[in-house]
């Protein structure tokens, strides 16, 4: 009897954590990674609200519940949200009144490297009860980022800046998930030692890269890549090393784009 109650208890609990995997049926997101992984995952029939900016919601025509950084609260819990999906980038107390409701609310950090985007992804994987493709999308992922870094050798390790947006200008810092683009090709980021991301072309122009890389949306990209080449005494000028990568890939926090980041970044290091 003691092992048949054993087991009979066993079995209960591990039924009670398959449902709590599974309970979310209706999920707001307030992030376009998390809800671009939603959709990774499978789960994009579970979701029922998301921000301006989450494209493949948008033509699902999924409901517009947040901006990209203010959520209609009454939207959300008119739409009887049972989990919602945030960054830190929401508003606290916003996070507080829809738990107030009886909203599971949870919430993701902004992650520092390409372990910490897998992490988070296997969590929303447990969370949404897909955690077992979850974890294949990451080992496929750390497979293909382990080739792609075994593929690259250098004769002196290149110097790199990577640029998001303009005016002011911004590096890709240290102890952020993009800063891992730079280290899985084995170069060095010009702004290693920096603190802000704020720099100037000065500075820019005095660590002198070979790879510039320029992470952003438009026009705006050409009109720096112009910028830039006009400065034939840089390296990566005179090399033609200045390159454009769309910010919607390259600035999204998810397994399968920070791949298809490495793997566009490749083709224009080999080009």
Known sequence: MGKRLFFAVLLFFSFM????????KRIVSLAPSLTQSLYYLGAQDKLIGCTSYCMAAKEDKKEIVASAVKANLEKVIALKADLVLVTVLTDLQDIETL???GIKVEVFQSPKSFKEICNQFIRLGMLIGKEEK????VLESEQKIKEISSGIKWKKKPRMFFQIGADPLFSVLPNTFMDDYINFFGAENIA???????VSREFVIAN???????ATMGMVGNEEKEIW???????????KQIHIIESDIACQPTPITFVQTMEILEKMINE
Request: charged share 30%; aromatic share 18%.
């Open 192 to 198: 290693k030692t920096l603190k802000r991301g704020s």
């Open 99 to 101: 738990r107030k409701f």
């Open 229 to 239: 080449s006009r400065y034939s005494y840089l390296t990566a000028s005179r090399k």
């Open 208 to 214: 002198n890269p070979d790879y510039i890389f320029i």
């Open 134 to 137: 979850a974890r294949r999308i």
């Open 17 to 24: 954590g398959s449902f709590a995997q599974t309970q979310y």
